[in-house]
């Protein structure tokens, strides 16, 4: 049998303090070539510290990262130089054109000029903004800024492709035209890296995904086996009841979660235990579904609000 | 992650397209504001002022003023590219994350903005020497030594900014600086008056700040007094430029190496 290939990111007991706040706590990753990794959880959980010591920009206070083999603290310039990265926030140059923003970059990876003007050309193309090539940044919508992104983030045809929340404050069909391409880029081959907050997202597009909270890991799978494990099956809403429904979901011992306004029902027979309330309670505002990486991330992480 | 390369070329040049986009208007004030300065000061006020003596020199108040000018557009241009420029491309534009990402150090781009910086001082002063020149203010060719000095200077300067941008919490705190070190320069090192007017421990303090030495270099060569004496100013501006260099890149370190 060959030997697997090498890992793309292998972090290891990975620390990361400001002060006294530990934001990154121990945390081990190990990314095969040519999947999209996610990086799942709430506000402050650690996603974006972990991307930035992946990238080479914040040192490590503890433990190692390797980078396509390379040590991201003592090889950083060799580390970037593969990278593509597309940040949270929008940070395209307002003082260039949409093409210039690609060819300046291009400069920093010092891209010969005809081979950039060639490759600016092609992604501009790849991301439909060949019509907005001249147009200032102002003047994109917040769709066109992302897809900028992700172009600029090509421009040196990347091994490793960072994803901070790519799609975050997009319509639909801006983030349906990103989530296509970059599925074109895993067919590719480019490994992807992607921290998200929306599980759809997540389900889309990884392959193997982690749960961060407070810095740690607390889960890790592919997104099917995460459903399955955490929670069940089916999963029954319902948003409005009969008095003696609660009592007699516990007197069934059914694993029902309650909240103010909605109970959720957890169930690996969906129809069954939908079809035993029907005969017994007026069941009209209930919703019978499967089960979602949604349920598994309130789950794992709570409901309280992050802030 | 520390240390910095000839990559920081690729910042410099960035900065460069940008000033290229609007040259038309960049290039206007270094013409009218010495034009504007030597009406009012050096014409109008220069009649009640009469001759100037500086260094066994008697001057007239334009003769005077001009050289002092273009010290002033040095410092100016330098200091407020890597004050205002560098702080809004630095923090509103995040333009310096967008460049870290790829292979360039932090240092790369502080150098490159630095360095851009002194650019501006050199186009400056070269654009004011004509302007001065054909007012015959200026004697040639001895005053073109202004424009490598003006680099030096220009690194000084630019260095100096990019402290004050790496230590300011934001842009409305820039007003602290600027009152309290860039403007006594403006008005205490040898611009309007010579520093030998002041009162003794005031010349003593003048004598300290980075603007006195460029205005005496400016100045010298502009009257055509090219010697030795010339090397105090450029030591002096080698010296705390290069000091100032270094601690502009360890603030910066410390502000966003996080």
């Not at chain 2, 504007?36 to 002022?49: H, K, P, R, S």
């Not at chain 2, 004697?139 to 990019?162: I, K, N, R, Y």
């Not at chain 2, 010697?227 to 260099?245: E, S």
Request: with cysteine; net charge positive; glycine share 8%.
């Amino acid at each position: 049998m060959p030997a697997p290939p090498p890992p793309v990111i292998e972090a290891r007991s990975v620390v990361k303090r400001f002060g006294d706040i530990v934001a990154v706590d121990g945390i081990d990753l190990t990314v095969p070539p040519g999947i999209c990794f996610g990086l799942l959880g709430p506000n402050g959980a650690g996603k974006t510290t972990t991307v930035r010591m992946i990238q080479s920009v914040s040192p490590l206070s503890q433990g190692a990262i390797r980078v396509l083999g390379l040590d991201v603290a003592r090889q950083a310039r060799q580390v970037k130089a593969q990278l593509g990265v597309c940040p949270q926030e929008d940070n395209l140059d307002p003082d260039f054109t949409v093409r210039r923003n690609l060819l300046v970059y291009a400069r920093y990876f010092r891209i010969p000029a005809g081979e950039a003007r060639r490759r600016a050309d092609e992604l501009l193309e790849f991301l439909q903004l060949t019509e907005k090539a001249s147009a200032p940044i102002r003047e994109l919508s917040g769709g066109m800024k992302r897809r900028l992104v992700l172009a600029r983030a090509l421009i040196n045809n990347p091994r490793l492709l960072l994803l901070d929340e790519p799609t975050t404050g997009l319509d639909p069909q801006g983030r349906h035209a990103i989530w296509q391409r970059v599925r074109a880029l895993k067919r590719a081959g480019t490994t992807i890296l992607l921290t998200t907050h929306y599980m759809e997202e997540a389900a889309q597009l990884c392959d193997t995904l982690v749960i961060m909270d407070h810095g740690r890991v607390i889960a890790s799978g592919s997104p099917e086996r995460l459903v399955s494990e955490h929670v069940s099956r089916d999963v029954l809403e319902i948003w409005g009841w009969e008095d003696g429904l609660p009592a007699f979901l516990e007197s069934q011992g059914w694993e029902a979660e309650r909240l103010a306004d909605r109970i959720f029902l957890y169930t690996d027979q969906g129809d069954a235990v939908y079809r035993e309330l029907t005969s017994r309670f007026r069941m009209d505002q209930c919703l019978l579904r499967r089960g979602t990486l949604e349920d598994v991330f309130l789950k794992l992480t709570g409901r309280d609000l992050r802030e | 992650m520390r240390g910095f390369s000839w990559r920081a070329v690729a910042v410099w040049r960035r900065d460069f397209d940008v000033y290229l986009k609007t040259w038309w208007t960049n290039l206007l004030p270094p013409i009218l504001e010495p034009l504007l300065y030597l009406v009012a000061f050096g014409g109008a006020m220069g009649g009640m002022i009469g001759q100037v003596g500086w260094r066994g020199a008697n001057l007239s108040y334009a003769q005077f003023l001009a050289p002092g000018l273009i010290a002033v557009s040095i410092m100016f241009w330098a200091v407020f590219e890597t004050l205002y420029g560098s702080f809004v491309r630095m923090y509103y534009q995040k333009t310096f994350d967008a460049i870290v990402a790829t292979p360039l150090s932090l240092d790369d781009v502080i150098v490159g903005e630095i360095l851009w910086g002194a650019t501006k001082a050199v186009l400056v002063s070269a654009i004011m020497l004509v302007v001065i020149g054909i007012l015959g203010l200026a004697s040639f060719p001895g005053c073109l030594w202004v424009l490598p000095f003006s680099l030096l200077a220009g690194l000084l300067f630019a260095s100096l900014g990019m402290c004050f941008t790496a230590i300011c919490p934001t842009i409305d705190a820039f007003n602290l600086p600027i009152f309290s070190i860039v403007f006594p320069m403006f008005l205490f090192s040898g611009t309007f008056f010579p520093v030998e007017r002041l009162p003794g421990w005031a010349r003593m303090l003048a004598g300290a700040l980075p603007l006195t030495h460029t205005s005496t270099f400016v100045r010298a060569v502009c009257l055509g007094r090219v010697d030795a004496a010339l090397w105090g100013p450029v030591l002096y501006t080698a010296g705390v430029g290069f000091v100032l260099f270094w601690l502009a890149l360890a603030l910066m370190r410390r502000r966003l190496v996080r």
